[in-house]
C-alpha cells in the first residue's frame, strides 16, 4: 500500500475512510493498493487520480511500516507528493486541508500512527 504526504501552506491533504471499506471513518492520507508489477510512483499517481481528480508528482520516501490488524497485515509506504490540479473527492469521501498541529485530533488507522509522531514532532 501507498501513501501520499502531501503539505500545502502548512497543511496536510487528508480523506476520510468510506463506508464499506475496511476502516471506514478513520482519516488517512490519500493512496492506497499497489497493483501486481505496478512501482509505488504509478500506484500513488492511479489511486489519486481515481480518489481526487489530480495529477501527482511522487518526491522522496518518508517512511515505511508493516502494521498486523486483526483481520489483515498491510505494508504501508508513505511518500511526499505534490500535484497538479484542484483535488476533488472523486469517490464520494470527505477530504479536509489539516494543519499540522491539529493532526492528532483526527482519528487515523494504527498502521499511520508513527507518521502523524513524525510530523508533529
Same mark, same amino acid.
Given at each position: 500500500?501507498?501513501?501520499?504526504?502531501?503539505?500545502?501552506?502548512?497543511?496536510?491533504?487528508?480523506?476520510?475512510?468510506?463506508?464499506?471499506?475496511?476502516?471506514?471513518?478513520?482519516? +488517512?492520507?490519500?493512496?492506497?493498493? *499497489?497493483?501486481?508489477?505496478? $512501482?509505488?510512483?504509478?500506484? /500513488? =499517481?492511479?489511486?489519486?487520480?481515481?480518489?481526487?481528480?489530480?495529477?501527482?508528482?511522487?518526491?522522496?520516501?518518508?517512511?515505511?511500516?508493516?502494521?498486523?490488524?486483526?483481520?489483515?497485515?498491510? +505494508?504501508?509506504?508513505?511518500?511526499? *507528493?505534490?500535484?497538479?490540479? $484542484?483535488?476533488?473527492?472523486? /469517490? =464520494?469521501?470527505?477530504?479536509?486541508?489539516?494543519?499540522?498541529?491539529?493532526?492528532?485530533?483526527?482519528?487515523?488507522?494504527?498502521?499511520?500512527?508513527?507518521?502523524?509522531?513524525?510530523?508533529?514532532?
Amino acid at each position: 500500500m501507498v501513501a501520499a504526504v502531501i503539505e500545502r501552506d502548512g497543511k496536510f491533504l487528508l480523506t476520510l475512510r468510506p463506508d464499506g471499506t475496511h476502516l471506514a471513518g478513520y482519516w +488517512e492520507f490519500p493512496g492506497g493498493k *499497489c497493483h501486481p508489477r505496478e $512501482t509505488h510512483t504509478e500506484a /500513488l =499517481g492511479r489511486e489519486l487520480s481515481e480518489e481526487l481528480g489530480i495529477v501527482a508528482v511522487v518526491h522522496d520516501h518518508v517512511f515505511s511500516v508493516t502494521h498486523e490488524y486483526p483481520e489483515k497485515v498491510i +505494508e504501508l509506504h508513505f511518500y511526499r *507528493c505534490s500535484f497538479e490540479g $484542484t483535488p476533488q473527492p472523486m /469517490l =464520494g469521501q470527505q477530504m479536509q486541508w489539516v494543519a499540522r498541529e491539529d493532526l492528532r485530533g483526527f482519528r487515523f488507522p494504527a498502521a499511520d500512527a508513527k507518521m502523524i509522531e513524525m510530523l508533529v514532532s
